[in-house]
């Protein structure tokens, strides 16, 4: 059964501060992993990671994957409050279709 | 706003009940998904609907159902209704392709 592990579940930073979210992962036939933020109720998509040692980045969120320890990190320099949030990392099989297995998240809350 | 809108937003229910979740998916997509968000945790893959047929069942009870309809919106049923079904149920929906346009959602309280 495939499984997605985050950590840490949670912590508080203050804006300015770099975090950095872990998402281990296990899965049969590996398609990609992607990270989505969720503020309050619909998840939106962050990046897809399909290749192992290549960033990705958009803006302040940067995020790479590691196909061979089987995780991927995400990133987030100079916090502000608006990235409070809870991040969530889902891995998707080969074959599966857009059938995505998350991990529980990790609630990130930046104080002023 | 990801074009994908669900209803109700809120619902409640007691044990037993049967309730019926609604979604209409962003315009010219043909898969739809439904996933299973409780308090605290990611959410779980219910099932997936393409061009009308399930198309994928995630670790759910029979009790669970669904349907896609010609112009691609789709139902999710939930019979006999138990406390631990209290959740956030997510659509979302794609063309056929890997990205998820996710819906606000719909949260139901089963007392």
């Known amino acids: 059964e495939d499984k997605v592990v985050q950590s840490p579940l949670s912590l508080v930073v203050h804006e300015g501060d770099t975090v950095t979210l872990n998402c281990s992962y296990e899965v049969t036939n590996f398609r990609s992993l992607l990270w989505y933020k969720q503020e309050k109720k619909a998840p939106t998509f962050l990046f897809m990671l399909?290749?192992?040692?290549i960033e990705k980045k958009s803006g302040r969120l940067s995020s790479i994957l590691d196909k061979k320890e089987l995780f991927s990190i995400l990133n987030i320099t100079a916090t502000q409050t608006g990235d409070s949030a809870v991040y969530l990392c889902?891995?998707?099989?080969?074959?599966?279709?857009?059938?995505?297995?998350f991990g529980g998240g990790t609630r990130v809350l930046v104080k002023p | 706003e990801t074009g994908v809108t669900q209803s109700p937003t809120h619902l409640i229910k007691t044990r037993g009940q049967q309730v019926t979740l609604r979604c209409s998916s962003q315009?010219?997509?043909?898969?739809v998904s439904w996933y299973q968000q409780a308090l605290g945790q990611g959410p779980q893959f219910i099932f997936q609907y393409y061009r009308e047929e399930e198309n994928g069942r995630g670790n759910f009870p029979p009790r669970f159902s669904g349907l896609q309809f010609p112009n691609y919106s789709s139902e999710l049923n939930v019979n006999a209704l138990e406390l631990d079904d209290s959740a956030l149920y997510l659509c979302?929906?794609?063309?056929?392709?890997?990205?998820?346009?996710f819906g606000e959602g719909s949260r139901l309280t089963v007392l």
């Open positions: 979302a929906s794609s063309l056929g392709g890997r990205e998820l346009f």
């Open positions: 315009s010219g997509h043909n898969t």
């Open positions: 399909t290749s192992s040692g």
């Open positions: 889902a891995v998707e099989a080969l074959a599966a279709g857009n059938k995505l297995t």
